[in-house]
């Protein structure tokens, strides 16, 4: 079979319950015109759906009675056409199971994927570790994974090191509306915005210490000369030794790293930029570029307010979208193009921010269905 084995195994069963997107389709499609090993595969699935007993089997199961005992398992309450696919989802898995094991992993995926999106939906805070198990973070707990504990609060999370070796993962989520503050095994402390999420080890062994963000996040490192501390975005790379540093990764073109305090460089398709205190960098024109920046502005969001100076309202959407979870459109494009001067102070509720903005600028603003349209 092709490389990736299991993700196009993944793609058959989505294909074949009828849940998979346009984009996946054209891959696994792909996938069985070129290789013979997935096209027997898929074959056999078919064959397998087409069989009476399979058709029987699903046409029977009762969706609503199935999914009380499976909510009891995972504590969810979907809506109802959730609860219909989910278990004519599970119909089927279980049907190729009989024959496939690999119909039972698919299950389980789409049971936890599930359950992950409905606590993000639902605007928790959670900790998702390497085996796929899903901790909301609402509450005082100790989290045990393997040797290493993990302290917990709906503020903030306490990572310790592991007694031994550990090769342990974890990743905390915080979504729109939310932000949250994690100490990782060295000390090291993150303070993480809205929408965005950190994948970090549980014990940092003797290599560098390495961590993956999505999204925006300060760090301030324990310093350590002997392990290089890398953070790591779908952009460009940040390595650091001891020193205070803001990386906003949400998208591309709005990619930068902010140094506080100490010396970092950024690393871009072998490309490596160093900076001072005082210096940020940011992508310009697919480069590393660098400049300077105020740090009431860059770093206000820590204390619940964005700041912005002659920006556009295209430049402000997105913190609006994620501090109080809407979609931005817009009536008119030109719209997006106007600039302000002022700040967004995220306790305050959605509507004084928006009569604020049509004082200063005349603009109109509606929400409806969750979607905020600048007029």
Same mark, same amino acid.
């Given at each position: 079979?092709?490389?990736?084995?299991?993700?196009?195994?993944?793609?058959?069963?989505?294909?074949?319950?009828?849940?998979? =997107?346009?984009?996946?389709?054209? !891959?696994? $499609?792909?996938?069985?015109?070129?290789?013979? $090993?997935?096209?027997?595969?898929?074959?056999?699935?078919?064959?397998?759906?087409?069989?009476?007993?399979?058709?029987?089997?699903?046409?029977?199961?009762?969706?609503?009675?199935?999914?009380?005992?499976?909510?009891?398992?995972?504590?969810?309450?979907?809506?109802?056409?959730?609860?219909?696919? =989910?278990?004519?989802?599970?119909g089927i898995a279980a049907v190729l199971a009989l024959v496939l094991p690999l119909g039972w992993h698919f299950l389980n995926h789409r049971s936890t994927e599930l359950k992950?999106?409905?606590? /993000?939906?639902?605007?928790?805070?959670?900790?998702?570790?390497?085996?796929?198990?899903?901790?909301?973070?609402?509450?005082?707990?100790?989290?045990?994974?393997?040797?290493?504990? +993990?302290?917990?609060?709906?503020?903030?999370?306490?990572?310790?090191?592991?007694?031994?070796?550990?090769?342990?993962?974890?990743?905390?989520?915080?979504?729109?509306?939310?932000?949250?503050?994690?100490?990782?095994?060295?000390?090291?402390?993150?303070?993480?915005?809205?929408?965005?999420?950190?994948?970090?080890?549980?014990?940092?062994?003797?290599?560098?210490?390495?961590?993956?963000?999505?999204?925006?996040?300060?760090? #301030?490192?324990?310093?350590?000369?002997?392990?290089?501390?890398?953070?790591?975005?779908?952009?460009? #790379? +940040?390595?650091?030794?001891?020193?205070?540093?803001?990386?906003?990764?949400? %998208? %591309?073109?709005?990619?930068?790293?902010?140094?506080?305090?100490?010396? !970092? =460089?950024?690393?871009?398709?072998?490309?490596?930029?160093?900076?001072?205190?005082g210096q940020k960098t940011f992508l310009l024109n697919d480069n590393l570029g660098k400049g300077t920046f105020d740090p009431l502005e860059e770093l206000a969001w820590m204390?619940?307010? /964005?700041?912005?100076?002659?920006?556009?309202?295209?430049?402000?959407?997105?913190?609006?979208?994620?501090?109080?979870?809407?979609?931005?459109?817009?009536?008119?494009?030109?719209?997006?193009?106007?600039?302000?001067?002022?700040?967004?102070?995220?306790?305050?509720?959605?509507?004084?921010?928006?009569?604020?903005?049509?004082?200063?600028?005349?603009?109109?603003? #509606?929400?409806?269905?969750?979607?905020?349209?600048?007029?």
């Amino acid at each position: 079979m092709i490389e990736n084995k299991e993700y196009i195994e993944a793609l058959l069963f989505e294909k074949i319950t009828g849940t998979i =997107s346009e984009e996946e389709n054209l !891959v696994v $499609e792909n996938a069985i015109l070129q290789d013979a $090993e997935t096209r027997a595969l898929w074959e056999k699935l078919q064959s397998k759906m087409n069989q009476t007993a399979a058709r029987d089997f699903i046409s029977g199961l009762d969706p609503d009675l199935a999914w009380v005992h499976t909510a009891e398992m995972i504590q969810e309450k979907p809506k109802p056409y959730v609860r219909r696919l =989910s278990w004519q989802i599970a119909g089927i898995a279980a049907v190729l199971a009989l024959v496939l094991p690999l119909g039972w992993h698919f299950l389980n995926h789409r049971s936890t994927e599930l359950k992950e999106k409905q606590m /993000y939906t639902a605007k928790e805070i959670y900790l998702k570790t390497d085996d796929g198990e899903l901790i909301p973070m609402g509450k005082p707990q100790q989290i045990s994974i393997g040797s290493a504990k +993990i302290n917990a609060t709906a503020e903030a999370l306490n990572s310790q090191a592991a007694s031994g070796a550990s090769d342990s993962w974890a990743t905390v989520v915080v979504p729109s509306t939310k932000d949250y503050k994690i100490t990782l095994a060295d000390g090291t402390a993150v303070w993480m915005n809205s929408a965005s999420s950190l994948r970090f080890p549980l014990s940092f062994g003797k290599g560098s210490r390495e961590v993956f963000l999505k999204g925006e996040a300060y760090f #301030d490192v324990t310093r350590n000369p002997a392990q290089q501390f890398i953070v790591h975005t779908d952009y460009a #790379d +940040i390595k650091v030794h001891g020193t205070s540093f803001n990386v906003h990764a949400y %998208e %591309e073109g709005t990619f930068s790293t902010a140094l506080v305090e100490g010396s !970092v =460089s950024a690393m871009r398709q072998g490309q490596e930029l160093r900076l001072s205190p005082g210096q940020k960098t940011f992508l310009l024109n697919d480069n590393l570029g660098k400049g300077t920046f105020d740090p009431l502005e860059e770093l206000a969001w820590m204390k619940g307010v /964005y700041t912005f100076h002659n920006r556009s309202l295209a430049e402000i959407a997105p913190v609006i979208s994620r501090w109080f979870d809407v979609k931005v459109a817009w009536a008119q494009e030109n719209v997006a193009n106007q600039t302000f001067t002022g700040e967004i102070d995220r306790q305050l509720p959605l509507a004084v921010v928006l009569s604020n903005l049509q004082l200063a600028s005349g603009i109109r603003a #509606d929400i409806k269905n969750g979607v905020l349209t600048f007029k």
